[in-house]
Every structure is written in C-alpha cells, then in structure tokens.
C-alpha cells in the first residue's frame, strides 16, 4: 500500500519530505504491482523494475505530480518538491540523468498539449503508455541505454506489450487516483503547503487518501457493470 507505515514515526519529517515519501511509496507500489502482473502472466523477458525501467515508471508518476502542483503551487515550492523527489529515482549524480528528466517531462507535456487536438483524458493516458512502454522496451532495464534522443518503435512480443499497457491501465484506474486526490487535497486553497501546519497536512492526506479510494471503488463498479477500461481524468 501507498500509506504503509507512513504515520507510524515519532517526529514526523516537513511538509516537503512527507510529500516525497508519499511519492516515494506510490512509485514503489506501482513498480511492485506492474512486476507482480507481468510474472503472473508471462515467463521470458519480463522487466524487473528495478533498474531503468523504474526510472522510466518514476519519470512518469514525476511528471502526474508536476500536472499536480503546476499553477497550484508557487514557483519556489513547486521547484524545491520536484527536486526532492528526483532526488529518489537518480541512480546517480550523472549529469544526464537531469537532462533525461527535464526530457522525459517535456515529453510527456507535449502529449499532454496534444490532448487540445483531440480525445479525452483516456485517449491522452494512452499516448503517455505508449510511450512510457516504449522506453522500458528500448532500456531493456539497464541504465547505459536511457537516451533523450528519438527512440524508434521497439518490436516485442505482443503479448508482453498488451499487458504491460494493461498494467499501466490497472495503475490508472487504482494507485495513481489515490495519490492525485492526496495532491489534491494538499495543494487546495494555499499556493505554498510547506507554511501548512504539518497536523493539517496529514489531515488533508488522510481525506486525499479516502477519496482515491471511493474513485477506485466507483471505477470498479463501472468497470463490472460496463466491462470497459476507460478511465476518467482523476482528481480535478
């Protein structure tokens, strides 16, 4: 779980750090669940998780936190938190890595801008899975093959595309809300949370925490009734 033993410390750490621990154990939650739905369906080449295609998987929940404090937050706040928690997906202080993270959160900016073309928020979350599978596909989960050059199409088995797009559809529609409704909570009605008393802060995680989960249980719902996997833009 997300929250696992996230409040169980004596002095709590600042606003700053609470959020980036909370980012820290959605990233490892969902990392967990795609590598445990990928060894249960398929046997040979399965990425592990825990190399560059973390990475990848980080650069994206980085990116939705972005979507998240964008506009929200001062510029100060929103620099120092996303700052914070890149600092827990760098494999190092190799300076391409920041050029691959200021990359990746253009990239996937630009096919947020694209959404304004066309489609709603499910076609918009796609475009972002393609690409984000693409990259773990290319890595091949070694971080000496993360590039910020224009990656081709990578062949792979069509079974292993399908369900690691799968996957990702499962994280939108479970892991990912709870944490938007979490941000949401937390960023609402103040452009500067770190000046939030850290008791407020917690109350607005606990209410963003309970709110993902009725998301999550409507989205189940819909889901058993209609058989369809589109999922609604969360949080807004």
Known sequence: MIFENLF??????????????????????????????????????VPTFKAASRFEVGMYLLFRLDLKICNKQEVGVRRQL?????????PSDDSRFVDIVNHRLKIYGDILMN?????????????????LVNTIHYCGDRYEEITTETMPFVIVDAFERFYLEQALVACELSLIPMFCCVLKHVFSGNNNFTLLPQKEIVKRIMAGFQEGELIVEEERQQLSNSKTTVSPEEGT
Do not use: M
Not at 17 to 22: A, G, M, V
Not at 82 to 87: A, F, G, I, P, R
Not at 118 to 127: E, K, V
């Open 8 to 45: 169980n410390k004596p002095t709590g750490p600042n606003n700053i750090e609470l959020l980036t621990e909370i980012f820290a154990k959605a990233h490892n939650s969902i990392c967990e669940y795609l590598t445990k739905t990928l060894n249960e369906v398929l046997t040979n080449n």
């Open 115 to 131: 959404k304004n073309s066309g489609g709603d928020w499910a076609d918009t979350c796609q475009r972002f899975h393609v690409y």
């Open 82 to 90: 996303l700052y914070s928690c890149t600092e827990t997906l760098l």
